[in-house]
């Protein structure tokens, strides 16, 4: 195939093979040619009026002909190289990254704050494509939900093959792919916990989590903790402690809710013993609000303990330190398996399904049968979609071992922190729990100008706390990458020193 027929059908693509596409813009085709053709590129305006052919608003999907005649145009000038990269640009975005801002700006609801530094259209690996032709190393593995990387052909394939099967089916219904997972799902979890009731988000399951313990115990209690995160979704916004969250929907002075202090547990079992709580939820490593805190092993050991004595449940929230995340010895898939305890009731998701939308609430017999039919229901919860793709992901993470490679770079980062903060003064405390990693700078300016640095370099980084820099990359990140993130951290950090000096 010829470069003018090429370039064509990047810009009108064929929709039985590409439904989801729309036109080219000639905002878009003009942003890539820039791009490729390093400013040497014509007014691709100015050849269609040439053209005879005008364009009235550069957003507007271009016309069969008028991408003839840019194709042409661009022909003309380009080397096939340059053409082929042109080629793959338009392909992974027919939209430029000025309108797919623009439209967000104009129809989201602000309930966070969007993120357009970059425009992410490919990934591979750990490394992302923005929409400019520029590569990123992910540093945030969208909150530890791409564990597996940015993209992975087996979830394409399966959910391709199911798509064109049977794509959805209630939570109630028997289906086949959810009962694929249940067959082939062994060794991850504790054998005690091992009934399921699948949801949607973190969130959601956290809200489910709380009205099963609460059928349990016959109790509305709850005793969450101080630097707690578990969700936005109503419950699980009540039982996370920063009161920005809860002020605002009235979930600020609720009486089921004790907020204690991390690592203590005397003030869990007064709650207890005085009646008012018998509902314990926590994260074993705080994360989002903390700045990456393990919990210590005592205080655990205890909150199970305190649990026992008093037919109480432990809700552990392992969303995101789940899945190998926070490993520290082979096999070791969950938080609750490094302290050596089994949770009543576990919160699983994130990278469930390799970055596909699945999570679930998972509990031992005796808690599941308090819940009966019509106490919950869910029209999406472990559709055949989440189940292929929670199936696949699984199988992966165990097929390519990977809390053996948590643990090889964990050890590698965490040398290579040390090592700099020997360098950099303006390194302080350092958390490391697997890869799951947290190290403070003096300042939250500081925090910002880091992240906007290390983007220079080539590193993609957008979680913080406060003065903690939060790292949570892909579980697939290998040792030739965390080389190349401690080189690119070293060149930041060197940035950041001279942006004190100046400053």
Not at 71 to 94: F, G, P, R, V
Not at 374 to 380: H, P, V
Request: net charge negative.
């Amino acid at each position: 195939m010829g470069p003018v027929k090429s370039l064509y059908q990047s810009m009108i693509p064929n929709l039985e093979e590409h439904p989801e596409r729309l036109n080219a813009t000639l905002e878009r085709v003009q942003e890539v040619a820039n791009i490729i053709l390093e400013g040497k590129a014509p007014n691709l305006r100015q050849v269609l009026k040439d053209a005879k052919n005008p364009f009235q608003h550069p957003r507007e999907p271009l016309r069969p002909k008028q991408a003839i005649i840019i194709a042409n145009s661009l022909a003309q000038l380009a080397t096939w190289s340059q053409i082929q990269n042109m080629i793959q640009l338009i392909n992974y975005s027919e939209i430029s990254k000025a309108e797919a801002i623009d439209l967000h700006e104009t129809y989201k609801i602000p309930v966070s704050k969007l993120e357009k530094d970059i425009v992410p259209i490919k990934g591979e690996g750990c490394w992302i494509l923005d929409i400019e032709g520029k590569t990123y190393l992910d540093m945030d593995s969208n909150y530890s939900a791409t564990n597996l990387g940015m993209s992975n052909e087996d979830i394409a394939k399966g959910l391709y093959n199911q798509a064109c099967q049977l794509i959805s089916m209630k939570e109630d219904r028997v289906h086949i792919p959810r009962s694929r997972f249940l067959k082939s799902f062994k060794g991850m979890l504790p054998e005690e916990i091992a009934y399921f009731y699948w949801q949607n988000s973190g969130g959601e399951a956290v809200d489910k989590s709380l009205k099963i313990a609460k059928a349990y115990t016959g109790q509305t209690g709850v005793v969450a903790f101080k630097g707690g995160f578990h969700g936005r979704t109503h419950g699980a916004i009540a039982v996370t402690y920063n009161i920005k969250y809860r002020e605002p929907f009235g979930l600020d002075s609720l009486d089921w809710v004790h907020f204690a202090d991390y690592n203590d547990a005397s003030t869990v079992e007064e709650l207890f013993v005085s009646g008012k709580s018998k509902i314990v939820i926590l994260e074993l490593v705080q994360g989002e609000e903390a700045g990456i805190r393990p919990a210590h092993p005592d205080f655990v050991k205890k909150l199970r303990q305190i649990c026992d004595r008093y037919d109480g449940v432990l809700i552990c929230d392992e969303v995101q330190t789940g899945f190998g995340r926070v490993a520290e010895k082979e096999g070791q898939w969950f938080a609750c398996q490094n302290y050596d305890i089994v949770p009543d009731i576990i919160i699983i998701g994130k990278s469930f399904g390799g970055g596909y939308p699945v999570t679930a609430v998972v509990t031992n017999e005796k808690i599941s049968q308090a819940m009966i039919p019509g106490y919950d229901g869910s029209t999406f919860g472990g559709n055949p979609m989440a189940m292929v793709s929670a199936m696949i992901a699984t199988r992966q993470m165990q097929n390519l071992n990977l809390t053996k490679n948590v643990i090889d770079r964990s050890s590698q980062i965490k040398e290579g922190l040390y090592k700099l903060r020997e360098k950099y003064s303006l390194i302080g405390d350092i958390r490391i729990k697997g890869l799951f990693i947290g190290f403070d700078l003096p300042s939250v300016e500081h925090t910002w100008k880091f992240q906007q640095l290390l983007a220079r370099h080539s590193i993609k980084s957008s979680l913080t706390t406060d003065k903690t820099i939060r790292f949570l990359p892909p579980l697939v990140i290998s040792k030739e990458d965390i080389d190349f993130l401690l080189n690119k951290i070293d060149l930041a950090l060197d940035d950041l020193e001279k942006y004190d000096q100046d400053n």
